[in-house]
């Protein structure tokens, strides 16, 4: 864990925020103050700070560090690259039952949570997820914003473009890409290099029109 004896603010109110001061406060650091409304309602153990602007304001001031909480790839990202612009801290966060390689590489504002894995020579971007579980096996490229959801893997040598999704136990094999804001279905397995945009679900993965395309014939074949 980065961040030393001063406390922190966690941008975002939700369920990915009540994880992340989870992390933080295991680790015996001190979450100073969450930014946002709580979705589900629920109070707060800890100050809650109107909007990210009072959050900003609240960081530069006290000189706290910053992590962004936010299940969103795109307001994540954004969110990260204004604190690193403005010069203020947003280290990495990595959980005390979480494993990550002295010989990786982890952004600004990346979080890696709960018995998750990254293995060396592994370089991950800003404002990256890696999260519960998942694995982000050696020599893996790891653009900016993506999230790696729970249980997810990356096997030995595979990228991932920015702001992608790679969805609850889903796979990506050795070597293969997935290119930049493309979403994996949660469960499927990446056997080929995935286009830039593209959406593909299944074992092995397809796009959803293939997939709907090949269920969709007689069950002898192709007449």
């Known amino acids: 864990m980065t961040g030393g004896e001063t406390g922190w603010v966690v941008l975002g109110a939700g369920g990915h925020a009540r994880s992340v001061v989870d992390v933080l406060e295991r680790a015996g650091q001190t979450v100073v103050a969450v930014s946002g409304d709580s979705p589900d309602g629920e109070s707060w153990h800890v100050d809650v700070v109107a909007d990210d602007r ?71 971007g800003d404002a990256v997820v890696v999260n519960t579980a998942a694995v982000v096996e050696h020599d893996c490229s790891v653009g900016v914003g993506v999230h790696v959801a729970p249980g997810a893997v990356l096997l030995g040598g595979a990228s991932v473009g920015d702001g992608t999704l790679v969805g609850s136990g889903a796979r990506v094999l050795p070597l293969v890409s997935v290119g930049a804001g493309a979403t994996v279905g949660a469960g499927a397995v990446v056997t080929r290099h995935v286009a830039d945009g593209e959406t593909v679900v299944g074992a092995p993965a397809t796009t959803p029109a293939t997939r709907a395309t090949r269920d969709d014939r007689p069950l002898g074949g192709t007449p």
């Open 54 to 124: 009072a959050a900003f304001e609240l960081i530069a001031a006290r000189g706290l560090h910053a992590v962004v909480a936010i299940g969103s790839n795109p307001a994540r990202t954004r969110l990260v690259r204004e604190l690193v612009q403005r010069g203020l801290s947003v280290p990495p966060v990595v959980a005390s039952t979480a494993t990550v390689s002295t010989r990786s590489i982890l952004g600004a504002g990346t979080v890696v949570l709960e018995h998750a894995h990254v293995g060396p020579s592994s370089r991950l």
